[in-house]
T-cell receptor
Framework: NAGVTQTPKFQVLKTGQSMTLQCAQD?????MYWYRQDPGMGLRLIYY???????DKGEVPNGYNVSRLNKREFSLRLESAAPSQTSVYFC??????????FGPGTRLTVT | GNSVTQMEGPVTLSEEAFLTINCTYT??????LFWYVQYPGEGLQLLLK?????DKGSNKGFEATYRKETTSFHLEKGSVQVSDSAVYFC??????????FGQGTRLTINP
């Protein structure tokens, strides 16, 4: 049982480049989430998907897009990366939002 | 709106010391309350939770009591160990909606 997996673990991009962060869960959870973690700011919700086929904006959605590919997979895309998007990105899943299970994170640096 | 305020860190203690990390919240509605822990290089893990007033959540020697009258959910442990060194996040959710996190408190335990 792998839980929540994320790829890649580390990524360096130049300003303007695009990339997709992948997330998958094997717990049959309905809901999935993308957060970013910045020093001194805790976790901020970027987008979430309450169920397969639905996505909604969180607190900081600008500059990101998401796709809920199926029940297992929820990807986060940066179309044109900016230095302000340098952060650690976490994917999470839950049956209800009360108990979320987190992946190991992707450390992204945009130069 | 809903928000969580945590004790400013970092916190440094000696092994076997008593730990308190303060957490207070503001919520529209009746929230569920959580403590998550993040060990170095890992994602967040649920440490404990409480879903109604006066409930006490406990796990791994940590405890927190849901105090509605003071809107607080302080984390305590009687005797900390070096292995407790981590970042601790207080969080809430209302009506099984999205989690709202505090900014995190970094705890370092010295031998």
């Amino acid at each position: 049982n792998a839980g929540v997996t994320q790829t890649p673990k580390f990524q360096v991009l130049k300003t303007g480049q695009s990339m997709t962060l992948q997330c998958a869960q094997d717990m049959n959870h309905n809901s999935m989430y993308w957060y970013r973690q910045d020093p001194g700011m805790g976790l901020r919700l970027i987008y979430y998907s309450a169920s397969e086929g639905t996505t909604d904006k969180g607190e900081v959605p600008n500059g990101y897009n998401v796709s809920r590919l199926n029940k297992r997979e929820f990807s986060l895309r940066l179309e044109s990366a900016a230095p302000s998007q340098t952060s650690v990105y976490f994917c999470a899943s839950s049956y209800t939002s009360n108990e979320q299970y987190f992946g190991p994170g992707t450390r992204l640096t945009v130069t | 709106g809903n928000s969580v305020t945590q004790m400013e860190g970092p916190v440094t203690l000696s092994e076997e010391a008593f730990l308190t990390i303060n957490c207070t919240y503001t919520a529209t509605g009746y929230p569920s309350l959580f403590w998550y822990v993040q060990y170095p290089g890992e994602g967040l893990q649920l440490l404990l939770k409480a879903t109604k007033a006066d409930d006490k959540g406990s796990n791994k020697g940590f405890e927190a009591t849901y105090r509605k009258e003071t809107t607080s959910f302080h984390l305590e442990k009687g005797s900390v160990q070096v292995s407790d060194s981590a970042v601790y996040f207080c969080a809430l959710s209302v009506k099984a909606q999205k989690l709202v996190f505090g900014q995190g408190t970094r705890l370092t335990i010295n031998p």
